[in-house]
């Protein structure tokens, strides 16, 4: 097997092990997006709450207190949620990181290989 066959076969392996990992990554991703998506809407339910009137009545008092209540605790499981995903997430993210660099490293020496070959079957230098 030639170094050119030898670079094209871990070309292909090294690609598609990227595809496989941008593909988790990404799937991750969307989670983490939806995650922070879902912080943003309770803290903005929670900052409408705030700036609202005041409450006219002893029991509007008592719903706002029980709404405000009920968003300061899914925020905050929705935080520690996100916090439990970060670790997970960086490390998908770097392991697709890597995997990228590794095939687009293997396609620059699979072109320059077959560039030397062109360049000496055509005996220029």
């Keep these: 097997m030639t170094t050119e066959?030898?670079?094209d076969?871990?070309?292909r392996v090294a690609q598609l092990k990227s595809d496989l990992e941008l593909r988790k990554f990404s799937a991750f991703r969307g989670h983490v997006v939806a995650m922070e998506t879902r912080i943003d809407r309770i803290r903005g339910e929670l900052s409408?709450?705030?700036a609202s009137a005041a409450p006219d009545s002893l029991a509007d008092l008592r719903a706002a207190a029980a709404i405000a209540g009920r968003d300061a605790d899914a925020l905050m499981r929705a935080e520690a949620e996100l916090a439990r995903m970060r670790p997970n997430f960086d490390a998908a993210r770097?392991?697709?990181v890597r995997e990228f660099g590794r095939a687009q490293v293997l396609s620059h020496l699979k072109a320059g290989a077959a560039?030397?070959?062109r360049a000496k079957r055509d005996g220029t230098p």
């Design 115 to 117: 560039d030397a070959r």
């Design 5 to 7: 066959a030898q670079l």
């Design 94 to 96: 770097a392991k697709a």
């Design 48 to 50: 409408d709450l705030c």
């Design 9 to 11: 076969a871990l070309f």
